[in-house]
């Protein structure tokens, strides 16, 4: 499914009525995963601003260890410090990188803003080296702006 026709659904699920923000997003994580061939794990994380930590949201994929990530830690926690997408075409290529799994080849990270303040991000990893396009990015930006208006 290409990502314009994913766009209603995503819209779909966030003013569904009668859903938790949670499944909400939990929601969004099963589509993306099943839609998008080489998204391997979908989820979302959260800041904790005061103890500058990430904290593990819903999310759908294998299990994984990194419940919270130190800010800077990390793909994920070097997003929360610079408010960049950050995508990595090879995860063994990057030196500041927790591993998850052996079967993790690549990432992409995009920070999620609600009123100029990042409170966390979409993190997508991938069983394939260097899958993510700017398509990517800019899909994933679509999806947060989406997901903000939760909150």
């Known amino acids: 499914m290409t990502f314009e026709n994913l766009k209603p659904l995503v819209v779909a699920i966030v003013s569904s009525e009668n859903t938790t923000r949670d499944e909400k997003l939990l929601a969004i994580c099963q589509l993306l995963n099943e839609s998008v061939e080489y998204y391997n794990w979908v989820g979302?994380?959260?800041a904790n601003h005061e103890a500058q930590t990430l904290h593990l949201g819903p999310y759908v994929g294998a299990e994984t260890d990194h419940t919270v990530i130190p800010f800077g830690k990390g793909i994920c926690g070097q997003v929360a410090v610079s408010n960049n997408n950050f995508v990595v075409p090879d995860v063994s290529a990057q030196d500041n990188y927790i591993a998850c799994?052996?079967?993790v080849k690549s990432e992409v990270v995009v920070p999620l803003f609600v009123g100029g303040v990042n409170i966390g991000q979409i993190?997508?990893?991938s069983h394939v080296i260097d899958p993510f396009?700017?398509?990517?990015?800019?899909?994933?930006e679509y999806v947060n702006e989406q997901v903000a208006t939760l909150f």
């Open 123 to 125: 993190d997508i990893d």
């Open 101 to 103: 799994s052996f079967t």
């Open 133 to 140: 396009t700017e398509a990517d990015e800019r899909f994933l």
């Open 44 to 46: 979302f994380y959260f």
